[in-house]
């Protein structure tokens, strides 16, 4: 397809695929939907919860990317995570949106009934990383918490609703957290 | 706000905890503040680890397809009609754009003809054009946007700004998200506008130019009335 074969543009680094992207390249941005859109999808689901919403948020991140691949800049940080911002974002705005509208309050919670717990999470993430030593080593509701947030996109609001606590108290918990965690991983 | 404050807003963004005003506020520093920029993105950069552990999860051609139907034969930084038909009628309904008066078929021509002067005055030349109109339907002003992305604005009548206030120039890209601060001005004199952040202009992307109170609207909205606006078209 588009003149490159499978495993050359598998090879290519993220950060070159959106170089050419940039370029109008639509081959690279098939290369860079191969490669990373499952993930992607999985990274949506975690947030959404349903198969739909996350398609649409992936649709709508790759039409971003498209857009705006000429806007990402190598010194401020690698292509995988201008990608998974952009991704993010999208989700993010969607589950808010459709917390606003809240059509499917019962349906959401069976499925979040079968939500993988922050435990499993952080269990997947290598023990040879700062990132899981410093969860490791924080109170396990702090791990949870910031966990609970990056992979679920809880908000603060969701969040004290889940510990039984106020919404100020949750907010000052977790930024301390969130300090401590920059603190260890330095 | 502290080093820490500051940072830990930086998180907060980072995560997507924050929601309204503060979400709006982190959003704004992120674009302006490249310090504010380099914190979120070291925190990207942290808990990145945590995409990774999710399923992957087969996207399937279909998925693909409907992102290239969606982008149909958009060359790089283009035309997406059927997004844009939508966002411009969210435009159209939300702020009661063009509201009462309605365009003048000669401000559309004024319109037509200062753009094309600005074309042809300009190196390299605009992909698109914006013709700023007050209230009264006169051109003041005119946002170019090149191939580069790079954008402009030029004005074609002077604008009295009382002290202690400023022009705030806003851009509409994702009704969403709201309007976004592009540039800051004490009068009216040509502007750099500061979109490298943002997704690339598009045709029918609302520009419009509020007055605010020195340094900038303090809430990361438009605050104050506003003195012109227009949405892009493409240069032919």
Redesign the interface.
């Known amino acids: 397809m588009h003149g490159v074969s499978d495993a050359a543009r598998a090879a290519l680094s993220v950060e070159e695929t959106l170089r050419r992207v940039?370029?109008?390249d639509?081959g690279a941005l098939?290369a860079l939907?191969d490669a990373e859109?499952?993930?992607?999808?999985?990274?949506a689901?975690?947030i959404l919860r349903r198969r739909a919403l996350?398609?649409e948020a992936?649709?709508d991140a790759?039409?971003?990317v498209?857009?705006?691949a000429?806007?990402f800049d190598p010194a401020?940080?690698?292509g995988?995570?201008f990608l998974?911002?952009v991704l993010?974002?999208r989700a993010?705005?969607i589950l808010?949106?459709e917390a606003r509208t809240d059509l499917n309050d019962a349906a959401d919670h069976d499925v979040a009934s079968e939500e993988e717990g922050p435990d499993a999470?952080v269990a997947?993430?290598?023990e040879a990383?700062a990132?899981?030593r410093c969860l490791d080593g924080l109170d396990p509701h702090r791990r949870n918490a910031?966990?609970l947030?990056?992979?679920h996109?809880?908000?603060?609001?969701e969040?004290a609703g889940r510990l039984g606590l106020p919404l100020g108290t949750v907010k000052s918990w977790?930024?301390r957290s969130?300090?401590a965690?920059?603190e260890c991983?330095s | 706000m502290t080093p820490?404050e500051r940072?830990?807003l930086a998180?907060?963004h980072?995560?997507?905890?924050?929601?309204g005003a503060e979400a709006v506020r982190a959003a704004r520093l992120a674009e302006t503040d490249t310090d504010f920029?380099?914190s979120v993105?070291a925190?990207?950069?942290?808990?990145?680890?945590?995409?990774?552990?999710?399923?992957?999860?087969?996207?399937g051609d279909a998925?693909?397809h409907?992102?290239?139907q969606?982008?149909g034969g958009?060359?790089?930084?283009a035309r997406?009609h059927a997004?844009l038909t939508e966002r411009w009628l969210a435009v159209w309904n939300s702020l009661g754009f063009w509201r009462g008066a309605g365009l003048a078929a000669g401000a559309a021509c004024l319109a037509l003809a200062a753009g094309l002067f600005v074309l042809a005055a300009r190196q390299p030349a605009p992909v698109l054009v914006a013709a700023l109109l007050t209230d009264d339907n006169r051109v003041a002003a005119i946002v170019n946007i090149g191939a580069d992305?790079r954008a402009n604005l030029i004005p074609l009548a002077d604008l009295p700004v009382p002290s202690g206030r400023v022009l705030e120039v806003w851009t509409l890209w994702d009704r969403?998200?709201g309007p976004v601060s592009v540039g800051l001005s004490q009068r009216a004199q040509r502007l750099d506008l500061k979109v490298?952040?943002?997704?690339?202009a598009?045709p029918d992307q609302l520009f419009e130019i509020t007055l605010e109170p020195a340094g900038g609207s303090p809430t990361g909205r438009p605050t104050g009335q506003i003195l012109m606006k227009g949405v892009t078209a493409r240069a032919l």
Do not use: C, K
């Not at chain 1, 859109?37 to 990274?43: E, I, N, Y």
């Not at chain 2, 980072?14 to 929601?19: F, I, K, T, V």
């Open positions: 940039a370029g109008g639509r098939r939907y859109a499952p993930r992607m999808l999985g990274v689901l975690r996350a398609e992936v649709q790759f039409v971003q498209w857009r705006n000429g806007s401020r940080g690698t995988r995570a998974y911002a993010r974002y993010l705005n808010r949106a999470v997947r993430l290598s990383r990132l899981r910031i966990v947030a990056y992979a996109g809880l908000s603060h609001g969040l977790l930024r969130l300090l965690l920059r991983m | 820490a940072d830990a998180a907060e980072a995560l997507g905890l924050l929601e920029a380099a993105e925190w990207r950069a942290r808990l990145a680890e945590i995409d990774e552990t999710a399923t992957a999860v087969p996207a998925l693909w409907r992102i290239e969606r982008l958009e060359v790089h930084a997406q997004a992305g969403a998200r490298d952040d943002l997704p690339r598009v």
